[in-house]
């Protein structure tokens, strides 16, 4: 089974992640951030993996270190989950509509990362939640998932709509990208041998 663990303690967040690739979409998570929650149970449960998560921040100062080093957590643990990333069909994408909004997230598990984030939000806040930490949790995850990222929102005016379909469609193209590809279930999906 592809599964990890992680541990991650700072001076400004103490984080334990368990994580694991082949689930259904089973989660326990708590931030501390009410909305940040929601987001990360629609990343599980639309991509089928399992998430448990405890993070415990310095919300006294803002979201900022709560939001980022959750990213970073998550992506540690999507590396290890994958190991060697043996017989992975390596891409995946979505078109993920919602109401009046419609994201598309197209991605490498390349081991090369970056992200394009082409998302715009009307509101400072949703909920209690800064919109400017969404392009920091996904820059944070898919930095430490080494994984090319492009999100791109193409339309919508509800804030919730379109926050909601960056992370249902991010966790859709997973979904696709980390299963395994029968026809090359023996060889990593890459002429250079490695990602």
Not at 81 to 93: V, W
Not at 132 to 138: A, S, T, Y
Not at 154 to 176: D, F, M, P, Q, S
Request: hydrophobic share 35%; aromatic share 8%.
């Amino acid at each position: 089974m592809r599964s990890a663990s992680v541990s991650r303690k700072t001076n400004e967040t103490d984080i334990e992640v368990k994580l694991t690739l082949d689930g259904t979409g089973q989660y326990d998570i708590e931030t501390g951030v009410g909305f940040f929650d929601h987001m990360l149970e629609q990343l599980a449960r639309h991509s089928l993996m399992d998430i448990t998560m405890r993070v415990k921040g310095d919300l006294h100062v803002d979201q900022h270190h709560t939001t980022e080093d959750a990213g970073i957590a998550l992506g540690q643990a999507f590396t290890q989950a994958l190991g060697d990333k043996k017989g992975i069909s390596r891409y995946g994408s979505c078109d993920l509509p919602m109401d009046e909004t419609l994201t598309r997230v197209a991605l490498d598990i390349s081991g090369r990362p970056y992200l394009i984030w082409n998302v715009e939000f009307t509101r400072d806040k949703i909920g209690d939640m800064d919109t400017e930490l969404f392009r920091e949790w996904f820059q944070a995850f898919s930095q430490n998932a080494g994984i090319t990222l492009h999100v791109n929102n193409e339309y919508g005016e509800n804030n919730h709509h379109i926050v909601e379909t960056c992370y249902k469609a991010l966790a859709r193209a997973l979904r696709v990208a980390i299963s395994i590809d029968e026809g090359q279930a023996d060889r990593i999906p890459s002429t250079k041998g490695s990602l």
